[in-house]
């Protein structure tokens, strides 16, 4: 069964910083794209970041380019994005999610194959 547990929301304020960490079982996680969405309320669910299975290649929402930056270790079986240079935009729960093919076109739409219960993130101005 698979699991992703984020963790690392909460209170932030504009023009500081967060970690988001998202912690993989039952997957063969060097073999997943990982990526990280976000709803904010009363909004659609958006792309923010994604990440191969090697690390070796990167996506971003233009409108976190520069500021977010997305990671993995796969021997720790985990994912981060490291959120700096907050904005109160930046308010959303944040989901971390896989897929086994890094179809951009795919995850940019949301295609993912896991998903996790996703984790709060709160910027204020």
């Known amino acids: 069964q698979v699991q992703l547990v984020e963790s690392g929301g909460g209170l932030g304020q504009a023009g500081g910083s967060l970690r988001l960490s998202c912690a993989a079982s039952?997957?063969?996680?060097?073999?997943?794209?990982m990526g990280w969405f976000r709803q904010a309320p009363g909004k659609e669910r958006e792309f923010v970041a994604a990440?191969?299975?090697?690390?070796?290649?990167?996506k971003y929402a233009d409108s976190v380019k520069g500021r977010f930056t997305i990671t993995r270790d796969n021997a720790k079986s985990a994912a981060y994005l490291q959120m700096n240079s907050l904005k109160p935009d930046d308010t959303a729960v944040y989901y971390c999610?896989?897929?086994?093919?890094?179809?951009?076109?795919?995850?940019?739409?949301?295609?993912?194959?896991?998903w996790g219960k996703g984790t709060l993130v709160t910027v204020s101005s």
């Open positions: 999610a896989a897929t086994r093919l890094f179809d951009y076109s795919a995850i940019h739409q949301g295609e993912m194959d896991f």
């Open positions: 039952g997957l063969t996680f060097s073999s997943y794209v």
């Open positions: 990440v191969s299975g090697s690390g070796g290649y990167t």
